[in-house]
């Protein structure tokens, strides 16, 4: 598994990203609780946004009138957006599905809204990140075997209408037209196996980049047919979607395996909505690029604090009179500046910084895990060994 571990550089038009990488999850155009300048210093190199939430509020052109994503976050690094695909079917009760789109409700004030693969392109073009990806139905957990290929059927006709309708108005990027933004060929810096890369721009603009997603349910078979056919329709990069569903974390594992084995080597492979640390190890070392999850940020909202120490559940009261740090092996600024004992009385007061700051620690462990984790992998050391941080015993 070791052997299959990979660095690399993807060069976007905002920032080049170090991979493997985490990606933080900033829903609305917000990492909750987290300054953009916090997010810059704990080293963040690309954030995701959600294209249903924002396409409900404030809405595609008025982000698109303040310069895109990144203009009207204020967030000079990179960014990629979801289709979409994902919220409408956690939405499962409101939403309808048919060949040509999706119809669902807002949760915000019931109306109804409509996304087809074109619609979800064209919110994501007028979002403007750097890299897109392609409408796609996420199977639900357990689905039958007809079930599974339908609606993996579905996903590759959705994702040749994605590649064609972006294809035609990729031209219409918020940064685009008054683009100062050079033009970056791709470049792959690989010390170990193969290096993922994206296609330099075909025009002298920078662009966007639109990933496929593999679906296929939890049906090994059948994802190694969504991975060739997407592949075959062809994308600078792919996502395994359809995981974390619901289902037992080994077959998670299995399926992400074996998918990976379908993809093309040197292409970046994005594993979406993953997962614990151990778990964003493991997916490292089997060669998954990129990775994106909101337990760090929405654990850290309920108390919950990764550490290299193990969990810790800041509200116990055995922390009450600690005076140590969250993480003596952590450098964040709330590990040095902050005991447990304040963070504890902070969270049972139910202070607004009690969230801040556990999100601070709890992304910067996430984003120097990955750090160690490309720094193991670039010296040729078996990073697996870093998983064994978490599952220590506490003394
Ligand atoms: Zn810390």
Same mark, same amino acid.
Request: charged share 20%.
């Given at each position: 598994?070791? =052997?299959?571990?990979?660095?690399?550089?993807?060069?976007?038009?905002?920032?080049?990203?170090?991979t493997p990488v985490f990606m933080p999850v900033g829903t609305v155009a917000s990492v909750? @609780?987290?300054?953009?300048?916090?997010?810059?210093?704990?080293?963040?190199?690309?954030?995701?946004?959600?294209?249903?939430?924002?396409?409900?509020?404030?809405?595609?052109?008025?982000?698109?009138? !303040? =310069?895109?994503?990144?203009?009207?976050?204020?967030?000079?690094?990179?960014?990629?957006?979801?289709?979409?695909?994902?919220?409408?079917?956690?939405?499962?009760?409101?939403?309808?599905?048919?060949?040509?789109?999706?119809?669902?409700?807002?949760?915000?004030?019931?109306?109804?809204?409509?996304?087809?693969?074109?619609?979800?392109?064209?919110?994501?073009?007028?979002?403007?990140?750097?890299?897109?990806?392609?409408?796609?139905?996420?199977?639900?957990?357990?689905?039958?075997?007809?079930?599974?290929?339908?609606?993996?059927?579905?996903?590759?006709?959705?994702?040749?209408?994605?590649?064609?309708?972006?294809?035609?108005?990729?031209?219409?990027?918020?940064?685009?037209?008054?683009?100062?933004?050079?033009?970056?060929?791709?470049?792959?810096?690989?010390?170990?196996?193969?290096?993922?890369?994206?296609?330099?721009?075909?025009? @002298?603009?920078?662009?966007?980049?639109?990933?496929?997603?593999?679906?296929?349910?939890?049906?090994?078979?059948?994802?190694?047919?969504?991975?060739?056919?997407?592949?075959?329709?062809?994308?600078? =990069?792919?996502?395994?979607?359809?995981?974390?569903? =619901?289902?037992?974390?080994?077959?998670?594992?299995?399926?992400?395996?074996?998918? !990976?084995?379908?993809?093309?080597?040197?292409?970046?492979?994005?594993?979406?909505?993953?997962?614990?640390?151990?778990?964003?190890?493991?997916?490292?070392?089997? @060669?998954?690029?990129?990775?994106?999850?909101?337990?760090?940020?929405?654990?850290?909202?309920?108390?919950?604090?990764?550490?290299?120490?193990?969990?810790?559940?800041?509200?116990?009261?055995?922390?009450?009179?600690?005076?140590?740090?969250?993480?003596?092996?952590?450098?964040?600024?709330?590990?040095?500046?902050?005991?447990?004992?304040?963070?504890?009385?902070?969270?049972?007061?139910?202070?607004?910084?009690?969230?801040? !700051?556990?999100?601070?620690?709890?992304?910067?462990?996430?984003?120097?895990?990955?750090?160690?984790?490309?720094?193991?992998?670039?010296?040729?050391?078996?990073?697996?060994?870093?998983?064994? !941080?978490?599952?220590?015993?506490?003394?």
């Amino acid at each position: 598994m070791h =052997g299959k571990a990979r660095t690399g550089r993807l060069l976007t038009p905002h920032a080049a990203i170090e991979t493997p990488v985490f990606m933080p999850v900033g829903t609305v155009a917000s990492v909750k @609780g987290v300054p953009q300048d916090t997010l810059e210093e704990l080293g963040a190199q690309i954030i995701l946004g959600n294209t249903y939430h924002l396409y409900l509020r404030p809405g595609v052109s008025t982000v698109r009138k !303040l =310069g895109g994503l990144h203009g009207f976050m204020a967030w000079p690094r990179a960014i990629l957006t979801d289709s979409g695909g994902f919220q409408v079917f956690s939405l499962n009760e409101l939403r309808k599905v048919n060949e040509e789109g999706v119809t669902f409700r807002s949760h915000l004030d019931g109306s109804s809204h409509f996304f087809s693969p074109e619609s979800a392109m064209e919110a994501q073009i007028g979002l403007g990140a750097d890299i897109i990806m392609a409408f796609d139905e996420c199977t639900e957990y357990p689905a039958d075997q007809a079930r599974m290929r339908a609606s993996m059927e579905m996903t590759a006709r959705w994702a040749a209408r994605s590649k064609k309708y972006f294809e035609e108005h990729k031209s219409e990027v918020p940064w685009n037209a008054a683009s100062e933004i050079p033009t970056l060929a791709a470049q792959s810096a690989a010390r170990m196996g193969h290096p993922p890369s994206l296609d330099p721009p075909l025009s @002298g603009h920078a662009c966007q980049t639109l990933f496929g997603i593999v679906q296929g349910g939890m049906d090994r078979a059948l994802r190694k047919e969504s991975a060739e056919r997407t592949v075959e329709i062809g994308f600078p =990069g792919y996502a395994i979607g359809g995981l974390s569903v =619901g289902e037992p974390r080994e077959l998670t594992r299995e399926i992400v395996e074996s998918t !990976l084995e379908h993809l093309p080597v040197d292409k970046p492979r994005y594993l979406m909505g993953v997962g614990t640390p151990e778990e964003i190890v493991e997916y490292a070392n089997l @060669g998954v690029d990129m990775m994106d999850c909101v337990l760090p940020t929405r654990a850290a909202r309920h108390g919950l604090l990764f550490t290299s120490e193990g969990k810790v559940s800041i509200k116990q009261a055995r922390y009450a009179q600690d005076a140590g740090p969250l993480d003596p092996n952590c450098g964040c600024r709330v590990c040095r500046r902050y005991s447990r004992a304040y963070l504890r009385h902070l969270y049972a007061s139910n202070e607004v910084l009690a969230q801040v !700051l556990n999100t601070i620690h709890n992304l910067s462990f996430y984003l120097d895990t990955m750090r160690r984790v490309r720094h193991a992998i670039s010296l040729g050391v078996e990073s697996r060994f870093l998983a064994s !941080l978490w599952s220590r015993p506490k003394t």
